[in-house]
């Protein structure tokens, strides 16, 4: 048998290929963008409700106000009374719904709590694709709860 009569790979040529594929998937695979899921999402939201949680447990327990930032152009919501802040992905809508004012003051992108456990409310819509999560804060009573919903109409 002559070697043009040979059908199939040698092992080298097989090798070869394997090493191209896998050095073509070391460079896309990272540059391909990672989507946040409804379970991430929703762990988003859980975690933009326990930091006001915490500002409002704080705020009652030293008798002083305090207010947690929310930067939606920065994507982020941070505590006004601890270290705690919170980054959301690009990929996910950020909402805020704020007062102007709270207690006759400008409010300034930030939700207020009380010693007595009141706030200026506000709201914190998170959505991704078909599914959102708004985080409420009542403006009476400081209670913060989460609602999933349709997301906001455009």
């Avoid at 915490?54 to 006004?80: C, F, P, Y």
């Avoid at 705690?84 to 992108?109: G, M």
């Avoid at 009542?138 to 609602?147: F, S």
């Amino acid at each position: 048998m002559t070697r043009s009569s040979q059908q199939g790979f040698t092992l080298l040529e097989m090798v070869c290929i394997i090493a191209l594929i896998a050095v073509l998937a070391a460079v896309l695979l990272p540059a391909l963008a990672r989507h946040t899921s409804r379970a991430q999402l929703q762990a988003y939201a859980l975690e933009a409700a326990t930091v006001l949680k915490t500002d409002r447990d704080i705020a009652i327990r030293r008798h002083a106000d305090v207010a947690t930032l929310v930067d939606a152009h920065a994507r982020a919501i941070r505590s006004g009374a601890t270290a705690q802040a919170l980054r959301i992905p690009e990929d996910v809508r950020f909402d805020a719904l704020l007062p102007k004012t709270c207690r006759q003051y400008a409010a300034l992108s930030t939700i207020s709590f009380f010693a007595d456990g009141m706030s200026c409310g506000g709201a914190i819509a998170l959505t991704r694709l078909d599914q959102t999560y708004e985080i409420r804060v009542n403006w009476l009573t400081g209670r913060i709860e989460i609602v999933s919903r349709a997301p906001f109409a455009n």
